[in-house]
């Protein structure tokens, strides 16, 4: 049996699928797939009199296929995950950027929706000083092209819009003279508030924003922090009870919240856009000393960044207003809860104090693990709580709870400051007769073998007898039968002790190696796998296993798979819950997306078998440029269900505005 606490966790974070989710369709995928061409078009202003929003005419473009001039309507062409850049004659506007079905000034800035930002002004601007006025549409003739480009060739054909509007002014004052002379009509630059207005009016009317997001949570929790954490579509401005607060680019904000004890708390989170509300969310969170009893599943998401501690909480039995269950129920500051009893009644952290679960508070003199001269440590308990290893101390944890708990007097020692070998829980698996625990070291040592000098074998694991706490077996793998061992991802061993699962990342690649422990032979190589392998669980009745993957900012990848025993692969899939081609496949580079998301690293099943793996939203993947899982608003812990035929449904995301790659989660109560 692999208990590593109370539950399996692992990993490094985030990991991110969904499927079966709206925002991201199997018909997006099949319309990338097959390289449609999309047109959208480049909007500026809006005429109040006719009450149309006007477009741009005449504006230059390119994007890797496509290129061309915006026709009638503003239009351009484009492919999914491009980008485009936009230029007057050979005067670039702005910067490049993903193209999408509606663009504005605003969309030539990258990470701004903001008006008023000085180089969003001046484009603007600039697009409605020179073009010649419709009602539908302004014009940019060829003359005025001819102009611009000859006024700015001894600029390298540019313009510097990222200037004060004074300043701008001045640069563009040479420009709108030779218009006049060469035109004879009246060319001047319109003022800053005059373009931001005008365009204000024409993104509220292209958006058609017709009523916003809103909903309440309301919560009771015993604990003092709450992490404040929501997601709107492209804020301006968030305010908390009135105070503004800072969301980042993709829309998401957290704040960390100190709960007035032993009262009502209500927060009103606002979000406004263009002057509009677009969401509003309530919270309202009684702090009361509510009880989490050993029947409760409870979650927590913990850091190994060791430069931030912090413990994300959430009751997954709590039933919540849309009659779905899971409620984030408080925020565990500067701790990083890593392990509980099999009983589930004492938590402990990475530092060794103990905690009850039912009511969070500290417990009893710490465990000393410190006097390993470690700081951080990932304790495993015995399967009865007799024990409790970390590092190379082992805690007669019976007597502890005896002291410490109990308040009875205990003769005898109740620490042990020898043990064989240095246990993390992280890669540790004690057997279902409770005899064995198998440890597995990160990185993976490697040594001469002793039958062949001249070759090298991998100490994979080491087993201990827990009878007597005496090493009795070392499994080494000759070096040429395992894959990809650079990094250690896990390693699992099945209920009986027989079969070992070891997953390992070299090389951008991610592997798994199926290991007979007993004749200590490779049974499987699984190559080609996503970057970075995360931990591992057991899954219909320890007949498969489950693991997610990171991934890579570059390369992308960061999927969830599942194995048989024998390493045959039954699932390989990425948020269109489809099978996914892996880095290195000929066609990874025309499917853009089937190539994976960047996520999925800690996983870990409820006693109800949902899946809860680790969600991160990146925009960008490095060579890729892609969206990486369809929706900014899942960062936080994904629940999924996992179907017959090893599919999975997207349920709900804990929202937690995570950005940390390195978040581990196990559960409380299974």
């Not at 050993?294 to 994300?312: K, N, R, W």
């Not at 290991?515 to 970057?531: C, F, P, Q, R």
Request: aromatic share 12%; proline share 3%.
């Amino acid at each position: 049996m692999h208990k590593p606490i109370c539950c399996r966790f692992f990993g490094c974070l985030i990991i991110l699928i969904a499927l079966t989710f709206s925002a991201c369709s199997d018909m997006e995928y099949e319309a990338e797939k097959h390289d449609i061409v999309y047109q959208g078009k480049f909007i500026y202003g809006y005429n109040l009199e006719k009450d149309i929003v006007q477009t741009v005419n005449g504006l230059r473009y390119n994007t890797e296929t496509q290129s061309g001039v915006t026709e009638s309507g503003g239009k351009f062409n484009y492919k999914k995950n491009e980008d485009i850049t936009f230029y007057i004659g050979n005067v670039k506007m702005g910067d490049k950027v993903p193209a999408q079905d509606v663009m504005s000034p605003v969309d030539l800035v990258p990470n701004t929706i903001d008006i008023e930002n000085q180089k969003v002004t001046n484009i603007s601007r600039l697009l409605q000083s020179v073009g010649t006025v419709t009602d539908e549409a302004i014009y940019i003739p060829s003359q005025v092209v001819s102009v611009i480009e000859s006024e700015t060739v001894d600029n390298d054909n540019e313009i510097n819009f990222d200037v004060s509007s004074e300043q701008f002014v001045s640069d563009t004052k040479e420009i709108f003279n030779t218009l006049q002379n060469t035109t004879g009509e009246s060319y001047t630059l319109v003022s800053a508030k005059e373009a931001q207005d005008n365009l204000k009016k024409a993104l509220v009317e292209s958006e058609q924003e017709s009523g916003f997001e809103s909903y309440t949570n309301t919560i009771s929790t015993h604990f003092q922090y709450y992490p404040l954490a929501a997601y709107f579509d492209r804020p301006e401005k968030v305010y908390v009870n009135g105070e503004r607060v800072n969301s980042d680019i993709t829309g998401g904000f957290r704040k960390t919240i100190t709960l007035k004890a032993n009262q009502a708390n209500a927060f009103a989170v606002t979000a406004m856009r263009y002057g509009n509300i677009i969401g509003e969310k309530q919270f309202h969170i009684t702090h009361a000393p509510v009880e989490y009893t050993p029947g409760h599943q409870i979650l927590y998401s913990f850091s190994v960044d060791h430069s931030v501690a912090e413990t994300f909480v959430i009751d997954i039995d709590a039933k919540k207003e849309d009659g779905t269950n899971g409620v984030i129920i408080g925020y565990m500051k500067d701790i990083n809860i890593v392990a509980c009893s099999n009983d589930n009644q004492f938590l402990v952290d990475d530092t060794g104090q103990v905690y009850l679960s039912s009511t969070h508070q500290p417990v009893g003199e710490p465990l000393p693990f410190s006097q390993t001269g470690e700081s951080h440590f990932y304790p495993l308990f015995s399967p009865d709580d007799h024990y409790c290893y970390a590092g190379t101390i082992k805690i007669d944890f019976a007597v502890w709870k005896a002291i410490f708990v109990d308040n009875q007097l205990v003769s005898g020692k109740w620490v042990y400051n020898y043990f064989p070998v240095y246990v993390d829980s992280r890669y540790a698996t004690i057997t279902d007769d409770e005899r064995y625990l198998f440890q597995t070291n990160d990185p993976i040592k490697q040594k001469i073998d002793p039958l062949s000098p001249s070759k090298n074998v991998y100490e994979v694991s080491i087993k201990v007898d827990l009878f007597t706490d005496e090493i009795v077996d070392t499994i080494d793998i000759q070096e040429l039968e395992l894959v990809k061992r650079e990094t250690l991802g896990d390693m699992i061993v099945s209920p009986d002790g027989s079969r070992g699962f070891l997953t390992t990342h070299a090389d951008h690649y991610g592997s798994m190696d199926v290991i007979d422990l007993i004749n200590k032979e490779v049974i499987k190589n699984i190559d080609g796998l996503s970057a970075y392998p995360g931990n591992t669980i057991f899954i219909n009745n320890n007949s498969q296993i489950l693991f997610g993957c990171a991934g890579s900012s570059w390369y992308g990848g960061g999927n969830v798979y599942i194995a048989d025993f024998n390493g045959e692969m039954v699932t390989l899939m990425n948020q269109f819950n489809v099978s996914i081609l892996q880095y290195g496949h000929e066609d990874c580079v025309s499917y853009g997306k089937s190539c994976g998301q960047y996520g999925a690293y800690a996983v870990a099943r409820d006693r109800d078998g949902f899946l809860y793996i680790t969600s991160r939203y990146i925009k960008e993947l490095g060579n890729q440029k892609e969206i990486n899982n369809c929706s900014p608003d899942r960062r936080g812990i994904d629940q999924l269900r996992i179907e017959d035929g090893g599919h999975f449904t997207y349920i709900q995301t804990f929202f937690f505005n995570a950005s940390d790659s390195k978040t581990m989660h196990f559960i409380k109560g299974k």
